[in-house]
T-cell receptor
């Protein structure tokens, strides 16, 4: 079974700082990768996803993620964070051609100070 | 789009009781998945329903059971509640074409005392 590791459980940044959240997965086959965001008091929302093609994926609100197959990684980045980016961020992976049921990491809590 | 709606939003039950949580899938979505999210953890997959049949199950005991109805809505039932069942229960629906990401509901916060 696949598993997902998110290395940073809590991240605190000031506005305009750059963000990188780590995500590694364990599965040797072809995967599809996702980042979800959960703003305070709101439901999980899809931020971006990677199926195939260009390993640099751009999502909503200026976020992007890079799939590095050799490192089994799918790190999330944003050049300049805003206070409104304060949220929980979850990386998820599923097996391409399988049941498509995603496995989630435990999440990273991001707090951005104004 | 109506989104995914879950009811109730909050629930308090006593250990040993049974609970039923409900979920209405987003319009056009025929697959429903249930997740348990404990405090400070990521969502853990419980099971998935497709065309009213269980289509996959995570590492949860049989006292966690579910149903999907012809209109694609779903129920999660938990028997013999334990204190560790206290968590946010999330329902997610997805369309017939797989892998376009899930649409999540806001969840039901279950507290077992």
């Amino acid at each position: 079974a696949q598993s997902v590791s998110q290395h940073n459980h809590h991240v605190i940044l000031s506005e305009a700082a750059s963000l990188e959240l780590g995500c590694n997965y364990s599965y040797g086959g072809t995967v599809n990768l996702f980042w979800y965001v959960q703003y305070p008091g709101q439901h999980l929302q899809l931020l971006l996803k990677y199926f195939s093609g260009d390993p640099l994926v751009k999502g909503i609100k200026g976020f992007e993620a890079e799939f590095i197959k050799s490192k089994f990684s799918f790190n999330l980045r944003k050049p300049s964070v805003q206070w409104s980016d304060t949220a929980e961020y979850f990386c998820a992976v599923n097996r391409a051609g399988g049941s498509y049921i995603p496995t989630f990491g435990r999440g990273t809590s991001l707090i951005v100070h104004p | 789009e109506t989104g995914v709606t879950q009811s109730p939003t909050h629930l308090i039950k006593t250990r040993g009781q049974q609970v039923t949580l409900r979920c209405s899938s987003q319009s056009g979505h025929n697959t429903v998945s249930w997740y348990q999210q404990a405090l400070g953890q990521g969502p853990q997959f419980i099971f998935q329903y497709y065309r009213e049949e269980e289509n996959g199950r995570g590492n949860f005991p049989p006292r966690f059971s579910g149903l999907q109805f012809p209109n694609y809505s779903s129920e999660l039932n938990v028997n013999a509640l334990e204190l560790d069942d206290s968590a946010l229960y999330l329902c997610a629906s997805s369309p017939p074409v797989p892998n376009y990401g899930y649409t999540f509901g806001s969840g039901t916060r279950l507290t077992v005392v």
